[in-house]
């Protein structure tokens, strides 16, 4: 009967997996940054700003791709060292 050998890092993922994560926080910070401004400093004049390409489509299209590549970070096997 063979014994398994069980490796205990003290970490529930491998460092590859982590700098994943932190690539995917990246982009979700660039994803809040971009759907970010857009307002207006008088309450009573509207800004169209607010209903530009980048907030309305590109910034939440990013921000879905960064939480889906965090998903991807997390569920990835770690690499057998």
Not at 16 to 24: C, Q, R
């Amino acid at each position: 009967m063979a014994k398994k050998e069980i490796k205990e890092t003290g970490f529930a993922l491998g460092k590859e997996n982590y700098k994943l994560m932190a690539i995917g926080f990246a982009i979700i910070v660039i994803g809040f940054i971009l759907m970010a401004g857009g307002g207006s400093d008088d309450p009573n004049v509207f800004n169209e700003d607010i209903f530009s390409f980048r907030r309305i489509t590109l910034a939440p299209i990013v921000l879905l791709f960064g939480f889906g590549f965090e998903i991807y970070a997390i569920m990835k096997k770690p690499k057998d060292d």
